[in-house]
């Protein structure tokens, strides 16, 4: 895999355009930041909202994180755009993706950031989470690479300043089963959520 590969060009400029843009109009708060590190692979795994979610993951790090997004994306019109900027497509109208998941541990392995939401979709309904799917856990374990849990709360809405992110700490999947792993990510990132969402009630 090639420097240019890990660290594209465009995801660097369009980086510089909307992250400015993006802090500006939604004011995000960012906790626990320093939970990413600043070298090596990781899986960043968290809740799936909203469309811009991606965009705010991008936010917390200076380094390039390469998130799964769906293949109609990478087909459509601004498809140039999404392999540009290095996501990675995945095909959610199938019941295996077995070239995402390649692609992922291929950039993990090559000590990149890969961003995934396990709910493999946004969540439209009243659940705190979806179910899991496998992707995330079977990446990290395939990689050896620890997963650090996120929680976005809040909304995106201009200038309402609740938008907010958490990271939990990262989490060694070293010797669980993949149900094992799924569960403990899902508990991880659920009980994320339950303290942003009493953190907001006492505010």
């Not at 909307?18 to 990781?42: C, D, Q, T, W």
């Not at 380094?63 to 540009?84: E, I, N, P, Q, S």
Request: proline share 5%; with cysteine.
């Amino acid at each position: 895999m090639t420097e240019r590969q890990k660290n594209p060009l465009l995801y660097k400029i369009v980086r510089k355009i909307f992250y400015p843009l993006f802090m500006i109009i939604y004011h995000p708060r960012i906790v626990n930041r320093s939970f990413i590190p600043k070298e090596g692979r990781a899986v960043l795994a968290g809740n799936h909202k909203h469309a811009l979610d991606p965009i705010l993951v991008d936010c917390c790090t200076d380094r390039t994180v390469h998130t799964l997004a769906k293949k109609d994306l990478h087909d459509g019109h601004f498809g140039w755009l999404f392999r540009g900027v290095g996501t990675i497509p995945v095909d959610l109208h199938a019941a295996h993706n077995p070239e995402a998941l390649n692609q992922s541990v291929a950039y993990l392995r090559n000590d990149c950031l890969v961003n995934v939401s396990p709910e493999a979709r946004r969540n439209f309904t009243d659940q705190i989470l979806l179910p899991f799917k496998y992707g995330a856990v079977v990446m990290a374990e395939r990689a050896q690479s620890e997963i650090i849990p996120y929680a976005i709360t809040g909304d995106y809405r201009f200038r309402n300043r609740n938008l907010q992110i958490r990271f939990g700490e990262p989490l060694d999947m070293a010797g669980l089963t993949a149900e094992e792993a799924n569960v403990l990510l899902y508990d991880t990132i659920k009980a994320l959520l339950l303290q942003e969402e009493g953190s907001h009630g006492r505010a």
